[in-house]
């Protein structure tokens, strides 16, 4: 049975801080998903990780995805108050996500 | 683009009630999803389709839940009778087949069971 681990399950940071979140997986994937959900909302789509060593950037968010070591990571650069919200990973497995706990990240003005 | 449209957004029943939430997914979309978002977790499969057929229900509690997708669109989920431990966000996607790339999320309906 497929796992994912998220942590830390909870962050609270300044801002202009750096820092990483981090998604281990138990068995063999393909692909890896990054979503945000604020408080009430649904499920946005930040990054789609497809490949060993799949590297994407979208503004201050950084993803990465060994697959190796069943390993994706998170990494905020210079953290803003907007990127108040929860994080989840999800790990495909046989076209079905498993989904991490999520992490919930508080940036504090 | 229209999004995945989901009704109600919140709905408050008493344990042993009924309930149904309506998903309608992009146009076009093949494949379907209903999650079960309990709070403080992430989403729980309960149900794929594709098209109007069942590729995925092992999740589903069918003594209580019940879904369909009649004629490969829309799709409503039930559950009878309620209990407590149901309430949570019901989560709907929608993606242009199995397999693709990206899903993409209603805005979900939150159930209280009181």
């Known amino acids: 049975e497929l796992k994912v681990e998220q942590n830390p399950l909870f962050l609270s940071m300044q801002e202009g801080k750096n820092y990483t979140i981090y998604c281990n997986y138990s068995t063999t994937s393909d692909r890896l998903y990054w979503y945000r959900q604020d408080p009430g909302k649904s499920l946005e789509s930040l990054f789609v990780l497809l490949s060993n060593g799949a590297v994407k950037q979208e503004g201050r968010l950084m993803a990465s995805l060994d697959t190796k070591a069943r390993l994706s990571t998170l990494h905020i650069t210079a953290a803003v108050h907007d990127l108040s919200a929860t994080y989840f990973c999800?790990?495909?497995?046989?076209?079905?996500?498993?989904w991490g706990a999520g992490t919930k990240l508080i940036i504090k003005p | 683009e229209a999004g995945v449209a989901q009704s109600p957004r919140y709905k408050i029943i008493e344990k042993r009630q009924s309930v149904a939430f309506w998903c309608n997914p992009i146009s076009g979309h093949a494949t379907l999803y209903w999650y079960q978002q309990i709070l403080g977790q992430g989403p729980k499969l309960l149900i794929q389709f594709q098209n109007n057929g069942v590729v995925d229900d092992s999740q589903l509690p069918k003594d209580r839940f019940s879904a369909e997708r009649l004629k490969g669109v829309d799709s409503t989920l039930k559950i009878q009778p309620a209990k407590l431990e149901d309430s949570a966000v019901y989560l709907c996607a929608s993606s242009p087949a199995q397999g693709a790339i990206e899903a993409f999320f209603g805005q979900g309906t939150r159930l209280t069971v009181v």
């Open positions: 999800a790990v495909d497995s046989n076209y079905q996500l498993i």
